[in-house]
């Protein structure tokens, strides 16, 4: 099994930042990718960025390309995700995922998820 924790949401302006983290233990050696989702109300649970383990490879949602960085830490098992420029569009609860599998968009494709973290930009 494999335990996410999600940290660093909050309530910024729009133009502002906020770094997110996902720290991971239990069995983490088995995760190949880990990505963030986020999910607003009334609205389905969308992809945002993954990373896999060896932060060889990272994807992004357009919309988020070029103010949205991901990494990771793998000597402290953590994932980060760097928002810059935040719109009040990007306000949602944020999930970090891990999949044992592939690093992809695809929600169904993660296997462990965290509880959640709130992200609220106001205009």
């Known amino acids: 099994q494999v335990q996410l924790v999600e940290s660093g949401g909050g309530s910024v302006q729009a133009g502002g930042s906020l770094r997110l983290s996902c720290a991971a233990s239990?069995?983490?050696?088995?995760?190949?990718?880990t990505g963030w989702f986020r999910q607003a109300p009334g609205k389905e649970r969308e992809f945002v960025a993954t990373?896999?383990?060896?932060?060889?490879?990272?994807y992004y949602l357009d919309s988020v390309k070029g103010r949205f960085t991901i990494s990771r830490d793998i000597a402290k098992n953590t994932v980060y995700l760097q928002m810059n420029s935040l719109k009040p569009e990007d306000t949602a609860v944020y999930y970090c995922?891990?999949?044992?599998?592939?690093?992809?968009?695809?929600?169904?494709?993660?296997?462990?998820w965290g509880q959640g973290t709130q992200v609220t930009v106001s205009s």
């Open positions: 995922a891990g999949s044992l599998r592939r690093a992809t968009q695809s929600k169904y494709d993660y296997d462990y």
């Open positions: 239990g069995r983490t050696f088995s995760i190949y990718a």
């Open positions: 990373i896999t383990r060896r932060a060889a490879t990272t």
